[in-house]
């Protein structure tokens, strides 16, 4: 079984403003990757299947397949997460702050939200947060 990971997509206030950020980063060095200090030591299992999990203003919405795990030479942030282009949006899910990126097992991740959920997908994640927060989604 694969395992994911989840962190904060600070400074972003929705999905597409990591889908710019992320366009903006393959066109500079050519592929999707989020540099981070740490190397997971369950590497293996993550990248059997894995995705990153975003969580933007308290709310997990999307993810992306992991592809690669990769130690980089230099630099403050010698950890290279390569992710696939694919946004996938999730069944939105409250989710409280932390630091840096953490395990994030199947069984606990939220499902992907279903073909028919356009109007979900384009809610702000305000919006969103208050509907979670009431049971109403």
């Known amino acids: 079984m694969s395992l994911h990971l989840i962190k904060l997509a600070v400074g972003c206030e929705n999905v597409e403003d990591i889908r710019r950020f992320q366009i903006a980063r393959k066109?500079?060095?050519?592929?999707?990757?989020?540099?981070?200090?740490?190397f997971p030591k369950r590497a293996e299992e993550i990248v059997k299947g894995g995705s990153l999990y975003w969580v933007i203003k308290g709310i997990i919405l999307v993810r992306q397949?992991?592809?690669?795990?990769?130690?980089?030479k230099g630099g403050h942030k010698p950890v290279a997460i390569v992710l696939a282009p694919k946004?996938?949006?999730?069944?939105?899910?409250?989710?409280?702050?932390?630091?840096?990126?953490?395990?994030?097992?199947?069984?606990?991740?939220?499902?992907?939200?279903?073909?028919?959920?356009k109007a979900i997908a384009k809610m702000p994640a305000s919006m969103l947060k208050s509907l979670r927060d009431l049971g109403l989604i």
């Open 27 to 38: 066109k500079q060095i050519g592929r999707i990757v989020h540099w981070t200090t740490m």
């Open 65 to 72: 397949r992991i592809v690669g795990i990769e130690r980089t």
């Open 87 to 117: 946004l996938t949006r999730v069944e939105p899910r409250s989710c409280r702050p932390f630091q840096g990126w953490r395990y994030f097992s199947p069984k606990d991740a939220p499902g992907d939200l279903a073909k028919g959920s």
